[in-house]
């Protein structure tokens, strides 16, 4: 059914990839929403499984050996994973942008700025209206994202090849094409990890401040809690590819509930001072032979005999905050 509020409606999606060793479960029934204009954080140590997340949204899981094995990505009511091709082709490149964590893995060295983005520009276009552009429409889209961007000089960047640009200018080049798709959606996979702090700063203030203008949906990847506290709507914490904990961005640092959570945010070091509090012992498990049960029992204090043995159900705490944990969510 089709339900206006959601934008996007993750339920239940298992992805995993094949390897050597065997099947690597990684993504095992993660559920998660964004709604119209919405900007939501999914946030969660290295090796969680992010990143697979937002591929199998994107459907650029690496072939062949990523794949959903179940679930439904709803976007606008339609479950992507049972579309035609030529259609998800269409959703993914028009109504869905990207932006991703190595700016200089995601531009083609072989070919000028200018002609990557005139490529998106025109095919953008093409798919939403079946207009073919001018080449001084399309030139001058160019030079408006860039600019955008906060790229100085346009004219001349779009006559550079990406190996003559620093980071910084390869991600703002990144954020300009995701900006001249006039998507419905953007997932930002951690835009700014390759970068140094200040410069990451930079590009998320950046994101943030268009994606806030044109009012886009945003589902922003991130492991440190406190680099999205300020800009988003709503935050998913994820571990070992489930969603574990949802609230809104004020309740999940004033009232966090999951363990995993609580841990997390301890982690952080204040700037009081004091350091690190606790943190979280251990890792995230081996994905070839994870836990069962909920799979952070392993590192939990307040883990019970259910907790090895059932996968907790999302416990709904009110005011949109849910958890998936039996000591906490009841
Ligand atoms: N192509 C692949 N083949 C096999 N395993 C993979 C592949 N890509 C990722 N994985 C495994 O899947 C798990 C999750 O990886 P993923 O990149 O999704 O994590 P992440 O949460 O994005 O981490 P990070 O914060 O470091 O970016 C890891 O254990 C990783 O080794
Ligand atoms: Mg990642």
Redesign the pocket.
């Known amino acids: 059914m089709t339900d206006t509020g959601k934008l996007l409606d993750v339920r239940d999606l298992c992805v995993s ?3 050597y060793e065997g099947k ?1 479960k ?2 095992d029934g993660l559920t998660l929403e964004v709604r119209h204009g919405e900007k939501v954080g999914l946030v ?12 199998a949204i994107l459907g650029i ?2 072939r062949p ?2 794949q959903v094995d179940s679930g439904e990505i709803i976007f606008k009511g339609n479950n992507v994973l049972q579309m035609k091709q030529k259609e998800i082709q269409r959703i993914r490149g028009v109504a869905i942008t990207a932006i991703f ?1 190595n700016p200089t893995a995601a531009l083609n060295p072989v070919f000028t700025i200018g002609q990557q983005l005139y490529d998106v520009i025109r095919s953008q276009e093409w798919r939403k209206s079946g207009k073919r552009l001018s080449g001084k429409e399309v030139h001058d889209r160019a030079v408006k994202a860039l600019k955008e961007a906060a790229l100085h000089d346009p004219e001349r960047l779009l006559s550079n090849y990406p190996v003559q640009l620093s980071g910084g200018m390869k991600q703002r080049v990144c954020i300009a094409l995701a900006m001249v798709s006039d998507a419905e959606l953007l997932i930002a ?2 835009p700014g ?1 390759a970068l140094d702090v200040t410069i990451q700063d930079q590009i998320l203030r950046l994101s943030m401040f268009m994606m806030s203008k044109r009012n886009t949906a945003t589902l922003y ?1 991130e ?1 440190s809690l406190g680099v999205i506290r300020e800009w988003m709507d709503r935050v998913y914490v ?1 571990y070992a ?1 489930r969603t574990v904990e949802v609230a809104n961005s004020v309740d999940i640092f004033r009232s966090p509930r999951h363990p995993y959570t609580r841990g997390l945010l301890e982690a952080v070091p204040k700037l009081t001072g004091g350091g690190i509090a606790r943190g979280i012992m251990g890792r ?1 498990p ?2 070839i032979d994870p836990p069962g049960g909920c799979r952070f029992h392993p590192r939990c204090e307040y883990r019970m005999d259910i907790c090895t043995k059932e996968k907790p159900p999302f416990f709904d705490l009110g005011d949109e905050h849910k958890v998936a944990c039996y000591h906490s969510g009841s």
């Not at 140590?45 to 937002?54: I, V």
């Open positions: 990839y094949r390897t690597l990684v993504v969660g140590e290295t090796g969680c499984g992010k990143t697979t997340t937002m591929r899981l690496p050996a990523g964590q996979d951690e990890t990847i492991h994820m590819g995230v081996e994905y």
